[in-house]
């Protein structure tokens, strides 16, 4: 079955530099990638997806890279801000299965320094 | 648009107690549900989940169970809670791709 990592499992940052988010899978019949957010006490939600049929996705700040031959996808955040802080989880599915399942990479814990 | 509620918001119980967790989602119609528990700083651990009416996935064999007796409504069930019980319990419905997340149950488990 799908197995994702991800990496760091904490990253800490300077307010208004980059930061980047590893996800590795293995399952090359995954087509489906997003990222949420989890802000503290609260629900994850989704803040940016991919598709397997593209390479790059980008929203304002935050964009998403897909490596389809090397079964990775990263999360790039631009020009930190305190909001930021949060966990991220990436997610690998296989879209079409009627038994729809998300496998979750274990979280990043992004701390962003003012 | 869709909506997923969770009852109770927190709850506080004793080890050796029964548990009752409800969802329910409005604005859809026979959609997938997913019951996940997250430990304390830790990721998105997926309990059950249901593709239908009377259909029960379980992902991790444990004290919990879950039913689905109507098409928008999930319940998590224990008869006899454990320590390890404690945790943020979410509920989510799968949406064309995206899973949408209830607000949570946080329990707690003495």
């Known amino acids: 079955g799908e197995n994702v990592e991800q990496h760091p499992s904490t990253l800490s940052v300077q307010e208004g530099d980059s930061a980047v988010i590893k996800c590795t899978y293995s399952d090359s019949a995954s087509n489906y990638f997003p990222w949420y957010k989890q802000e503290l006490g609260k629900r994850p939600q989704l803040i940016i997806d991919?598709?397997?049929n593209v390479g790059e996705k980008k929203d304002q700040r935050i964009a998403v890279t897909l490596n389809k031959t090397a079964k990775h996808f990263s999360l790039h955040i631009t020009e930190t801000q305190p909001e930021d802080s949060a966990v991220y989880f990436c997610a690998a599915s296989v879209v079409g299965d009627s038994n729809y399942q998300l496998i979750w990479g274990a979280g990043t814990k992004l701390i962003i320094k003012p | 648009s869709q909506t997923i509620h969770q009852w109770p918001a927190t709850l506080v119980q004793p080890v050796g107690s029964p548990l009752s967790l409800e969802c329910t989602v409005e604005?859809?119609?026979?959609?997938?549900l997913y019951w996940y528990r997250q430990a304390a700083g830790r990721g998105l651990q997926l309990l059950f989940y249901?593709?239908?009416?009377?259909?029960i996935s379980s992902e991790v064999p444990q004290n919990l169970s879950a039913s689905r007796p109507q098409d928008r409504q999930f319940i998590l069930s224990s008869k006899k809670l454990l320590l390890s019980d404690s945790g943020f319990y979410l509920c989510a419905w799968t949406g064309y791709n995206e899973q949408f997340f209830g607000p949570g149950t946080r329990l707690t488990v003495l």
């Open positions: 249901s593709v239908g009416i009377g259909q």
């Open positions: 991919i598709r397997s």
């Open positions: 604005g859809t119609s026979n959609p997938n």
